[in-house]
């Protein structure tokens, strides 16, 4: 439910020109990123591709992480028993993965890049929306708990209906956090863009990005857009075809040119 009383969550995921996909680690690494701006290492393996039927599939291997900040969607935090048990599968497909103790899935996918959807079937957690690129790595993707989002929006004092969706975007600029950029109010929303501010709770609607280069739209009708941004230098940031899908959150990444 879209309400400031009901259940609420997230994930994310980058398109157009600019964007960039979500984190990859190494298979069998450890939990958690030192910097929500760290660079996306190359990919320059072969992923693990096989057949399935007429269908050629490759295998994504993906690791989902319950965040509690959504200004922080790329430090994942330690796992729990919150990681197990959730659905992620790629969008208008009806096969399914199921995390395991650990959070970690694999999932037969149908291109090397794809749109994945998340914890459909946790209410505890708002269900989300990512695109990923495939990777010899592990691909991390983000969920946050119905619980913090809905903090989120009591201390922002917003309604919301039940057929409308978020984005949170976070924008890097070679690398670290982008700091001032602006991005215009998402149309057919009634509300601003908000920017994160010093605390999990504190988003400001003006000023542009903070320290964490993240910022919050709400309020956003179903459909695919293109979000422009404007850093304080002129620079312009352009993220193109962003799903939003009602009562979901699509997390968003991009950098500046």
Request: one cysteine or more; a negative charge.
């Amino acid at each position: 439910m879209w309400s400031r009383s009901g259940l609420l969550v997230a994930a994310v995921a980058v398109v157009g020109c600019n964007d960039i996909d979500l984190p990859a680690r190494p298979a069998g690494g450890g939990v958690g990123i030192d910097l929500p701006g760290e660079p996306v290492p190359p990919i320059d393996a072969p992923v693990d591709a096989f057949t399935l039927g007429d269908a050629s599939l490759v295998q994504l291997n993906g690791l989902v992480c319950v965040i509690r900040d959504l200004r922080l969607p790329e430090q994942c935090p330690p796992v729990t028993s919150d990681n197990a048990g959730i659905i992620v599968r790629e969008s208008g497909i009806v096969e399914a993965a199921t995390t395991d103790l650990e959070g970690r899935f694999t999932l037969p996918v149908t291109s090397p890049t794809v749109v994945l959807d998340i914890g459909d079937n946790v209410v505890a957690l708002q269900r989300s929306r990512a695109r990923v690129a495939v990777a010899p790595t592990v691909i991390e993707v983000p969920v946050v708990t119905a619980a913090d989002f809905a903090a989120v929006l009591d201390s922002l004092a917003v309604p919301f209906a039940d057929d409308t969706g978020a984005i949170v975007v976070r924008v890097d600029d070679r690398g670290v956090p982008a700091r001032g950029v602006v991005f215009d109010m998402v149309p057919g929303s009634a509300f601003p863009t908000f920017f994160d501010g010093a605390t999990a709770l504190t988003w400001r609607d003006q000023g542009g990005t903070g320290a964490a280069g993240a910022a919050l739209m709400v309020d956003v009708p179903p459909g695919t857009f293109t979000l422009t941004g404007v850093a304080p230098d002129g620079r312009v940031i352009e993220i193109s075809n962003v799903s939003v899908e009602a009562n979901r959150i699509t997390f968003v990444r991009g950098s500046l040119p």
